[in-house]
């Protein structure tokens, strides 16, 4: 079976494409190679099901790598997020990401650190 000998499965997933690749162990070939075109308004839940449903599980490791994340700093003045509770910091940052990015903000996940600065 494929997918008890599959050590790692990778995952590519373009705006056009998803690309899925099955490695066993000590080979630089892959033993499963499928290639699926998805529509453009699909997301990546959705690319992922064309390459797994019907095929073989995937290996004990998989990576996903995908040209549709977005990441960039974002940052505010300090004096419009003073005294803000962590929910309505989190809406502005996915506010602010919406206008950098241009990816709707029900689409956007925020994760928030703050930084000192000395």
Excluded: C, Y
């Amino acid at each position: 079976m494929l997918g008890r000998s599959t050590v790692i499965s990778i995952f590519f997933v373009s705006s056009r494409e998803i690309v899925r690749a099955d490695f066993e162990r000590k080979s630089n070939s892959p033993k499963l190679l499928i290639r699926e075109s998805i529509d453009v308004e699909s997301n990546l839940s959705e690319s992922l099901q064309l390459v797994l449903e019907g095929h073989p599980k995937p290996g004990r490791k998989s990576i996903i790598l995908s040209t549709g994340f977005w990441s960039q700093i974002v940052l505010l003045p300090r004096i419009s997020v003073n005294g803000l509770a962590i929910d309505e910091l989190l809406e502005a940052l996915k506010f602010e990401a919406e206008t950098l990015s241009g990816i709707e903000i029900d689409d956007v996940a925020i994760g928030a650190e703050p930084l000192s600065i000395v």
